[in-house]
């Protein structure tokens, strides 16, 4: 490929370049516009142009039915993501916001409403705002109160209500909120403290299902009297569970939910779906016969089918049943991949959904249960590039360091191999770890690793290290507290794991990661600095206790759940002892960090004390920020120079010079 010839002819340029701009204590600090970067190289031009094509696929996710009947998607065609209608099979997308922020939680109202509610921040703050916007007049009412963080919109089955979660009361506690639809006033329905969200309207409005969550592995569920406002909490057995998606069957008599509960005195590894009768005390489990989690349900509105989904080893199952008799419909063939949201239509007679899969952007597709068909909405770009080309990755296993039952424990990952044949020099590796730590890398399309697949040459390995969700209530417990490097040993295992591959060069590995996953970059280079050759850590935490006390105050209660409460003297001594900006001077590798300064989760703080304590080491450190966002890049031109300047990063880092490493 074109790449692979400029990069032959350029890698000497490039390592003199990186002497040059690795000097101990030269630091060229550059702000253009929104950016600002330390010692980031300019960014040749023919990289730019190769990876333009990567930077312009894009995909479309469902959102919801209209009144109509045309699909509510979100996709981006210029900076963000914005809401757009699709009113036939592959027609015209519809752009229907116009914001230089992305715009999120696209609720349809059902009812007579005619529009859609959706939030907004300001450059990645997270302090979002509903507003309404009118399908009918094409006019948008803003519905909070401009500052508080509100989020997780919920009407009524007759759009006379809506609920709402907001931080309004006292900024610290996330409450449920409810309005009469269009024009009440909001009243507050829970204030227990702690993140409570609203689940479902009972048929008649009169009720509502409501859950306070904790931790990925903690949620309590309840139920709301509308008109006295008093809250009864259920019991839940085994007093601790992952509960989610309460929703009322369509005669009020009974609740489904996905629930990892205790079930006949037994624990429970996976989330299943669950019905429950409190009246009759009638109870059954109706997907007992996945050994996997339950991702979400949805009910028809006239109450006759289900349909949830099950998360198979990173891969999504759609499932239907018929109610009451909970039997299975037959479905169409879906292309594999990841599903989105999906949503039975309001007549009940189809299905919406997004698929996302790793060689394919997320598409909207429905589904015609009579007869049994399937029809593709949107057909998303992926940059005139040949899609026949994108790698699909294999799901690996590799042994760790403790046993299950007498034998290693095994972490999934997802292998990226460029194509072709045997090589004569073995390839390099990017190990990229995903954030949470309580998420699940799935196989859905990546255009960085298609990249560095398709025109680097470099294998991509996406581990699902201890704690990741997906796998089970006792994996995910693998890392609490005083058990987190466990997981950094996981990638220790996935190091020897490379080095036993003849066709991949253990002497040239990198590792990427963002939020949590910038942590075990920053951790992993603390250990493994001698076998990992440069990291790259976006928006990642680099010492717990600096991160707890900084954080936003809504979430600080959360992230000590998973993490661990610093105020307790023996847990501090554990975030000493773990802590990469403590331990700075064990990373010996290259560093890039990369930050939002408007992040509410990881504040930039945490960024800029790893690049300080790094450099006094005489490490070289890149350092790039941007000041319109927030935990993560969302707009496009950010994501595009950053996506540049990481490559860059990597060829100097990853490519120059080659190894001999490997079989002929």
Not at 211 to 223: F, N, W
Not at 233 to 255: C, E, M, N, Q
Not at 561 to 575: H, N, T
Request: hydrophobic content about 35%; overall charge neutral; some cysteine.
């Amino acid at each position: 490929m074109r790449l692979r010839r400029v990069l032959t002819t350029t890698l000497l340029a490039l390592a003199c370049a990186g002497a040059a701009q690795a000097q101990p204590g030269a630091v060229e600090r550059l702000h253009q516009g929104n950016r600002t970067s330390e010692n980031v190289p300019s960014l040749p031009a023919q990289l730019i142009e190769d990876l333009n094509r990567y930077q312009n696929t894009r995909g479309a996710s469902f959102a919801g039915w209209t009144r109509d009947g045309c699909l509510l998607v979100s996709t981006r065609f210029a900076e963000t993501a914005q809401a757009h209608r699709v009113c036939a099979p592959l027609g015209m997308r519809e752009q229907l916001t116009f914001y230089p922020e992305p715009v999120n939680s696209l609720t349809v109202a059902p009812g007579a409403a005619d529009g859609f509610v959706f939030g907004k921040d300001v450059g990645g703050n997270e302090f979002w705002q509903l507003h309404w916007f009118d399908l009918a007049t094409r006019q948008t009412r803003l519905l909070t109160d401009g500052k508080s963080r509100n989020q997780a919109p919920l009407f009524a089955h007759d759009g006379k209500q809506l609920a709402y979660s907001s931080t309004l009361r006292n900024g610290r506690d996330t409450d449920v909120w409810v309005t009469d639809f269009p024009g009440g006033k909001a009243r507050t329905v829970v204030t227990e403290g702690g993140q409570w969200s609203a689940q479902d309207f009972s048929p008649d409005g009169k009720q509502l299902l409501v859950l306070k969550y904790v931790s990925a592995s903690e949620s309590y569920p309840g139920l709301v009297d509308l008109a006295s406002g008093k809250l009864t909490l259920f019991p839940v057995d085994g007093g601790k569970a992952s509960i989610s998606d309460f929703r009322f069957s369509r005669d009020g008599r009974a609740v489904y939910y996905v629930s990892d509960e205790i079930v006949g005195g037994k624990p429970q590894e996976f989330r299943t779906l669950r019905r429950h009768e409190p009246a009759s005390g009638k109870f059954d489990v109706l997907s007992a016969k996945i050994p996997w989690d339950v991702d979400q349900i949805e009910l028809s509105d006239d109450g006759a089918r289900l349909l949830y989904v099950s998360n198979e080893d990173g891969i999504g199952k759609l499932h239907v049943l018929s109610l009451p008799g909970n039997e299975e419909i037959a479905l169409p063939e879906l292309p594999v991949g990841v599903i989105g949201r999906a949503a039975f239509s309001p007549d009940g007679k189809r299905i919406a959904l997004s698929i996302n899969s790793a060689t394919s952007p997320s598409d909207v597709y429905v589904i015609d249960l009579e007869p049994r068909r399937l029809t593709r909405w949107t057909r998303s770009e992926v940059g005139g590039l040949d899609s026949s080309k994108f790698v699909a990755p294999t799901l690996v296993r590799y042994p760790t360091f403790d046993k299950v039952d007498g034998k290693p424990r095994t972490i999934p990952a997802f292998y990226y191999r460029p194509a072709g044949g045997p090589r004569k020099i073995a390839m390099p590796v990017v190990i990229q770890i995903h954030g949470g730590p309580e998420a699940q890398s799935q196989p859905t399309f990546n255009p960085t690793a298609q990249f560095l697949a398709n025109e680097l040459g470099v294998a991509v390995l996406v581990p699902n290290v201890r704690g990741s969700a997906g796998y089970g209530r006792t994996y995910l417990g693998l890392d609490n507290a005083e058990k987190r490097e466990d997981s950094v040993k996981d990638i220790g295992a996935l190091l020897d794991w490379i080095g036993k591959q003849p066709e991949l060069d253990a002497s040239r590995v990198g590792v990427y990661g963002g939020s949590y996953g910038g942590y075990m970059v920053l951790a992993s280079l603390m250990h493994y600095s001698d076998r990992i050759r440069a990291g790259v850590d976006v928006v990642g935490i680099s010492d717990f206790s600096t991160f707890l006390n900084n954080t936003e105050s809504y979430r600080r209660d959360l992230r000590r759940a998973e993490y661990g409460d610093e105020r307790i003297p023996a847990m501090k001594a554990v975030f000493d002892r773990i802590s990469p900006l403590k331990n700075a001077g064990k990373i010996r590798s290259p560093l890039f960090v990369a930050q939002g300064k408007n992040d509410p989760r990881v504040p930039y703080t945490e960024a800029e004390q790893i690049v300080k304590a790094v450099r006094a080491n005489g490490q070289p450190v890149w350092f790039l920020m941007f000041d319109d966002e927030g935990h993560g890049f969302h707009k496009k031109a950010n994501s595009d120079y950053f996506g540049a300047a990481m490559m860059q990063f990597w060829r100097q880092h990853l490519i120059a010079p080659e190894s001999k490493v490997g079989q002929d």
